[in-house]
């Protein structure tokens, strides 16, 4: 029982096109969002969050969305860029402060 | 500050043996977990602490012990080891409230083979 879905094993992206990733979510006690970055051989890194009360969150060239309704958040880059290339993991949390669920991974390839 | 480390970063064992994977922390952060990632699977909690003295179970414990006797550090037991829990582990931290949620910091892993 997957409760953090992430479909998209891999993207790959021109350099200063946008890249959206996508994430799904089954449990609606979630009330926090998070999205990770991840390079290889390294721990994840906290990239960006949400929290279940807001529908939008920008830092940078980093935005994400949430639709509360449909149970899905994204996570736009815009624009692209080769050192954007990862694994990004979507996360999420039930206020139970501190334990993350998370989803499967999508690879980005950002391409020069 | 260090920052969240982790030894030994790669470990081969043999089926049944046992190791201890180490964790750390030198920013007063009360919770502290443990993940495996997994091809596909993405990172599962197997255990975590909301401060010394306190563990509890995640998703995935059966295997493994914890235990919490400082806020600094956080063991990883494997008490006999199976190839399916060959794996990257990475210990994680961060403040704690039971009411909201703190960003959590991970540490660098440990890749695990089991043969």
New interface residues.
Partial sequence: DQQVKQNSPSLSVQEGRISILNCDYTNSMFDYFLWYKKYPAEGPTFLISISSIKDKNEDGRFTVFLNKSAKHLSLHIVPSQPGDSAVYFCAASGGQGGKLIFGQGTELSVKP | NAG?TQTPKFQVLKTGQSMTLQCAQDMNHE?M?W?RQDP??????IH?S?GAGITDQ??VPNGYNVSRSTTEDFPLRLLSAAPSQTSVY?C?S?P??????????????TRLTVL
């Fill in positions: 969240v919770y977990s993940y596909g699977m993405g990172l599962r909690l975590y909301v995640g998703e990475f994680a961060s704690w409230t039971a009411s909201s949620y703190n960003e959590q910091f991970f540490g660098p892993g």
